[in-house]
């Protein structure tokens, strides 16, 4: 197969537990061996991956862009998921309260800024110089950040990080043909989360093979839109808002 | 009189040209000479500033929640300011685009969340720390940022800077009693636009003074909400959306 019909996928934040549940997944939306990883700590042991390379909050195309152009030489980037991204604390500081409070918040807030919505800035500007009309972004927002009301009282920063990535999606869909997909989860059932919160009930979390099963069928059926994720039952789906 | 019974004003992008525009209303709301500049080029020449503290995106509260508590000893920092920010565009890179294009899409996105966003986030923290019930937090947005697709074609980070100041003061709405008013101005008539907009009718453009005269009236009727600023025959004003 020459290079120019070869089609390929990317995962910004490939070696996070949902990057490689949907590594998989977007090798088979993909030519075989054609999908490109992106991640702030970069890893080469995740099935399917042609090559890794650094992301970066910076502008540093040499290590991206230039990498990007010699593997697909020509080929066509259909698909690129965006998953990076992480969970922090950090309430808006109460009347009263000790410096430290001020401190966890403003440190949280830049946390979430950077990690989560950064990182689908620069997955959305990959989308939009690689994409063609037919391709698909997804992004990863949150199903408490859906409301203010909700992500508001302890985390406002992770709210702002994910409304943001909904304001993106939406500016995205104003400009450009391709499709922008927001998957919107509530817990998800990884290891990290396993060990952060032994005590929850497992079983109501959402399993990310059914996530990256329901994204497939999202892209198959050439779609586009908000979807949350709904557990029940042992069985994880994703429903359009 | 004493510090407990005395009132404050905070000022976060003191050394700007809305800053020194908003100054002295905000000094006549609080009482004489307690007015608190936060800047990242702190400047001391700005009329009835007490002091003017750097503003950091980082969570170093020695060099300013210390500082703060010590100007104040007890007294109530009654209104807060928050006009830091800056322009810059940059879209989305469009397919085929070179490289560069990507680079500045890239910085400019980063630097309009750190200017604009950060600094928002970092007023938004003082005010749930130190205003009263009956305080009020005045940020800066945008009319163009108002809907998506103003701002989605050439300048996707400033809009989501400016989309996100939005989503945090109604984040700040929904936790607090506070009054918080975002002002959102087309182009403001600063001698920063004229030089970089020479041709532009500079009579449409909004007159600083007539913005920080409307914050002043809001604060006095003890409203919040999002306002737009209109100019017509030369005046300026304030008016809810």
Redesign the interface.
Known sequence: MSSSSRTFGIIVGSSGALGRAYAPVLSSLASSSSLIGLDINPSSDILGLTKVLPLS???D?AVV??PINTITDGGVINTIVHCAGSWAGGP??????P?S???????S??SM?TTN??SA??S??LA?????PSGHLILTGASACLS??S???FM??Y??SK??IT??A???R???DFKVVVVHPGTIDTKANRDAMPGEDFEKWHDMGGMAEGVREIVERGEGGDYTVETEGGRTWLEKI
């Open positions: 909050g910076t502008a195309d862009i230039d808006f500081p109460p009347p009263g309260s410096n409070t001020f401190s966890s918040y403003l440190t807030t830049n800024l919505l950064h800035v620069f959305a500007g939009s110089r690689y994409l063609p203010v009301s992500c508001s009282n406002p920063g709210g702002l409304m943001g304001n993106l939406n500016m995205l104003n400009e450009f």
